[in-house]
């Protein structure tokens, strides 16, 4: 039996409890893999790969199941691979799947995805198969190594970092392998000082190279002489992030994004995502368009370009500010501020939501059925919410014709799914 000694990138055994040997037999939601104690119990094992044997230090037991970390890899999988970053050897929670091959990783994801609609969503797993079979064949905007353009940050002293895994402390990153090599001179050089706040996000831009610092205190606590030539720098306050704005490309054309808009973690996962949205929306010209949880509109002013009519419905103000910029082009859009579960619908032929991590839950599926119609495309960063919103949208008579699987964030357990529905 092949043994690999203790990995630097995983944590270091406590001295709760005994390490136990186990099994791993599939991969889990989170990152983790599951194999069964000599109890019986299901154990969730975080740095393990589904066919591995190792050993595990418990962390967390319940009667009916229990969590742990790898201590030793005694029997390694073939996709496991010694993690690149030194900021995830120091102990940084953001990369959970770091220790997998990028073809594991997709596999990983697509296991976890099948899953949650089988088993949270209660489709037919055959059903479920066929979906992601057609959804396979779709090429989407490849998406690079260091695709991130946007960190929300600890500020931790004077400079600010992730979170250590499994725990509120702070790792201040040297390097980090995900992120768009601009916006690391940004959190490398950036320092802060008393009165800065505890939290910061830094965005860049992949166009114009264009920045902002945003900060949950005083602008001026925030020093960026350190910082090498960037375009323009801008640092402010959180109240007045809807007053900085920058430009972005993705999905063939320009985007306003302020500073208080969500965007997508890249530009390339942007393109992605409106390459699935646009598959798995169909022709829709002679229809009329909603897309629900727009945002600042990337995919009405993409997918919905070739619509009859669009409405794109946002409860966030910066962000419908920045939708109606960037849906001005278009001869019939209409943009509303409010939240999709309080929105009077009517009429649509297509329907694109794309949910925050929670869902649509009963809310949002409740509001939207007012528009009655025949297509749904569902985009979900979260398979728990995923199978819930599956099984509620089937149970309003939608069927499932296309799941793709999106690989958006690189070396971690998270997903962009996007699912067509029709009825």
Known sequence: MARVPYPATMTKPSKQSEPIELALERP??????????????????????AGETVRVQLTTQKKSFARGHVIEVLDPAPG??????????????????????AETQRQIKEHVVRDAM????????????????????????????????????KIDGLRAGYRRRSSHDTIVPDTCLVVHPQL??????????????????????????DAFVMVNGDPAAVDASMVEPVGALSIIAKDNGAKTHMTEHAGGRDWQVSASSFFQAGPQVASALVDA?????????????????AGIGLFAGTVGATARSVVAVEQSMSST?????????????????????????????????????AGLGRGGV????????????????????????????????????????????HDTSHAEVVVALQR
């Open 366 to 409: 409740d509001a939207l059925m007012g528009c009655s119609a025949d297509r749904f495309v569902l985009v979900s960063c979260d398979t728990g919410s995923l199978g819930r919103d599956v099984q509620l949208l089937a149970a309003e008579g939608y069927a499932i014709e296309s799941v793709q699987v999106i690989d958006a964030f």
């Open 28 to 49: 889990a939601n989170g990152g983790s893999a599951v194999g069964h104690g000599d109890d019986g119990r299901v154990v969730f094992c975080d740095g393990g790969l």
């Open 80 to 101: 496991r691979r010694e993690p690149a970053c030194p900021t995830h050897h120091s102990g940084c929670g953001g990369c959970d799947l770091a220790h997998a091959t």
């Open 277 to 293: 949205v646009t598959f798995a929306a169909g022709d829709l010209t002679d229809r009329d368009l909603v897309d629900a949880y």
């Open 321 to 357: 500010a920045d939708a109606r910029v960037n849906l001005e082009h278009l001869d019939d859009a209409a943009v509303v501020t409010e939240a999709v579960d309080d929105w009077l619908a009517f009429p649509a032929n297509t329907v694109i939501a794309d949910p925050a991590r």
């Open 184 to 209: 690391e001179n940004l959190i490398t050089n950036v320092r802060f000082t008393s009165g800065a706040g505890n939290e910061a996000v830094i965005r860049i831009s992949d166009l114009t190279k």
């Open 118 to 153: 089988v088993r949270i969503g209660r489709m037919d797993a055959d059903v479920v198969d066929a979906a992601l079979a057609v959804g396979s064949a779709v090429r989407h905007t490849e998406i690079p190594d260091r695709y991130r353009t946007t960190v929300r940050l």
